[in-house]
């Protein structure tokens, strides 16, 4: 009996129900689809790149245990019923998604596997709560974290991890998809000539140098990160708001793309100890959960105002400002070095992305989506909620934007967070000299313009 594993987000061996449920009953061929979809928004340049290198390492480890990973591009309603014709496979099993569309698209592809007698299962793994388990006593969803937190930590715990199948293997012969052979992973030839036909890595220019100095995509090195949890935990509450200082844990852009479960984190986490480094730690894993549930509720998070007064705002509109933004140039000192270590690394410190986020949205006053599109394309942890989820909450257009009018003033910020300088001199070396930019905007006149903005919102909602 040979299964389907459809890989999504979920690229990992270790704490992976849907393989291990396919494992448990024979033979298993992976598939990862580069799907086409409506409603759902191409990968940003920095994603690309790193998937491509997780893809690469996922089918190195596949390899391992023989079993084939299938890469192919399109519509999942046609390939997955294609791949089980030409496979023979009686059985399909997949992680769940959370966004409508997607959550659609898997919903047929169930639904026509049944009608054709295959086995068709989606599995829990990529939250901790599955988003119709937490919610209030009227049945309704948690529009405010600290009650959907409180909800969260009253439910069962999450459960501990499953580590990687037993016995894990692939087909005896080759594996034939779309008139084409698919056994070729036996060299592994076949899976780096597709992704090198994606084209998913930047040529030219190549801007990636700095995101493969700082990052080390695939399984191993999100288990690398694990293991250095215990580095952090203990001072996380402190140092997680100081971007000169290592004190966080690098996990984001692995949980975003699978190669660790956050099971297997929270787990961890609480093995460590429950100190108030721990707990805000966990914290942290249940903004990303209220993230997710939140867009399970409200699919239009990336493009529509979830505070319906915003959609009358007096967003300003700016290219030069815009652009100045984007690269590091507004001369202000926090936002340039929080916007340069981003182009350079694919990531930016928590602490730094809420100064300059709002920057652009309230001493700026450019719309939100502006900022949520820069930081799609160029952040290796950017997904589908947690990015515009955070985006509506800077903004104060989201439902737990409290309260939404505040102003982060970057020089404050840096004053508290980076008092010696380190952090912003490391990005921007130029401080001080005459080839510093001068500010794009004056902090104190732009906060009370913004402010006086809000209030006229505020008015307008009657509240």
């Known amino acids: 009996m040979t299964g389907i594993w459809w890989v999504r987000d979920d690229l990992r061996l270790h704490d992976n129900p849907a393989l291990t449920a396919a494992a448990d009953e024979g033979p298993v061929i992976a598939v990862h689809i580069d799907e086409q979809i409506e409603g759902v928004r191409p990968l940003g340049g920095a994603t690309r790149w790193w998937l491509h290198h997780s893809l690469s390492r996922l089918g190195e480890q596949l390899r391992e245990h023989g079993v084939p990973l299938v890469l192919v591009s399109g519509d999942p309603e046609q390939l997955i019923p294609q791949l089980v014709r030409d496979s023979g496979a009686d059985s399909v099993r997949w992680s769940r998604r959370y966004h409508a569309p997607r959550r659609a698209v898997d919903a047929r592809v169930k639904s026509a596997l049944r009608e054709a007698g295959v086995r068709a299962e989606s599995f829990e793994g990529y939250l901790l709560h599955e988003p119709w388990t937490i919610t209030t006593q009227a049945g309704s969803p948690y529009k405010v974290y600290s009650a959907f937190a409180r909800a969260c930590r009253a439910a069962a715990p999450p459960r501990p991890g499953i580590g990687i199948p037993s016995p894990l293997t692939g087909p005896a012969d080759g594996v034939r998809a779309g008139g084409h052979e698919m056994h070729a992973w036996r060299g592994g030839a076949h899976v780096e000539q597709i992704l090198d036909h994606r084209a998913w890595l930047p040529t030219?220019?190549?801007?990636?140098?700095?995101?493969?100095?700082?990052?080390?995509?695939?399984?191993?090195?999100?288990?690398?990160?694990?293991?250095?949890?215990?580095?952090?935990?203990?001072?996380?509450?402190?140092?997680?708001?100081?971007?000169?200082?290592?004190?966080?844990?690098?996990?984001?852009?692995?949980?975003?793309?699978?190669?660790?479960?956050?099971?297997?984190?929270?787990?961890?986490?609480?093995?460590?100890?429950?100190?108030?480094?721990?707990?805000?730690?966990?914290?942290?894993?249940?903004?990303?959960?209220?993230?997710?549930?939140?867009?399970?509720?409200?699919?239009?998070?990336?493009?529509?105002?979830?505070?319906?007064?915003?959609?009358?705002?007096?967003?300003?509109?700016?290219?030069?400002?815009?652009?100045?933004?984007?690269?590091?140039?507004?001369?202000?000192?926090?936002?340039?070095?929080?916007?340069?270590?981003?182009?350079?690394?694919?990531?930016?410190?928590?602490?730094?992305?809420?100064?300059?986020?709002?920057?652009?949205?309230?001493?700026?006053?450019?719309?939100?989506?502006?900022?949520?599109?820069?930081?799609?394309?160029?952040?290796?942890?950017?997904?589908?909620?947690?990015?515009?989820?955070?985006?509506?909450?800077?903004?104060?257009?989201?439902?737990?934007?409290?309260?939404?009018?505040?102003?982060?003033?970057?020089?404050?910020?840096?004053?508290?967070?980076?008092?010696?300088?380190?952090?912003?001199?490391?990005?921007?070396?130029?401080?001080?000299?005459?080839?510093?930019?001068?500010?794009?905007?004056?902090?104190?006149?732009?906060?009370?313009?913004?402010?006086?903005?809000?209030?006229?919102?505020?008015?307008?909602?009657?509240?």
């Open 204 to 463: 030219a220019p190549d801007w990636a140098g700095g995101l493969r100095q700082t990052w080390t995509p695939g399984e191993a090195g999100a288990r690398r990160k694990l293991d250095a949890l215990e580095d952090v935990l203990d001072d996380y509450a402190e140092d997680r708001e100081r971007p000169a200082v290592a004190g966080t844990s690098s996990l984001s852009p692995h949980l975003r793309f699978g190669e660790i479960s956050p099971h297997e984190v929270w787990q961890r986490s609480l093995e460590l100890g429950r100190g108030t480094g721990h707990d805000t730690f966990r914290a942290e894993l249940l903004w990303r959960e209220f993230a997710w549930h939140r867009l399970f509720q409200l699919p239009d998070l990336a493009h529509r105002n979830v505070r319906a007064q915003f959609d009358a705002f007096a967003w300003r509109e700016d290219t030069e400002e815009l652009h100045a933004w984007q690269h590091g140039r507004t001369g202000i000192d926090l936002v340039d070095a929080g916007m340069r270590q981003l182009w350079r690394t694919g990531w930016m410190h928590n602490r730094v992305r809420l100064v300059v986020g709002s920057f652009l949205t309230k001493n700026l006053r450019l719309h939100w989506r502006c900022g949520e599109q820069w930081f799609w394309d160029t952040l290796v942890d950017a997904d589908e909620a947690s990015n515009p989820f955070n985006w509506q909450w800077v903004a104060g257009t989201g439902d737990d934007a409290a309260p939404y009018f505040r102003v982060f003033n970057p020089e404050r910020q840096q004053e508290r967070f980076d008092p010696e300088g380190r952090y912003v001199r490391q990005w921007v070396p130029e401080i001080g000299t005459s080839d510093r930019d001068a500010p794009i905007v004056d902090l104190s006149a732009s906060r009370r313009d913004a402010l006086a903005a809000y209030e006229d919102v505020r008015g307008a909602s009657g509240r």
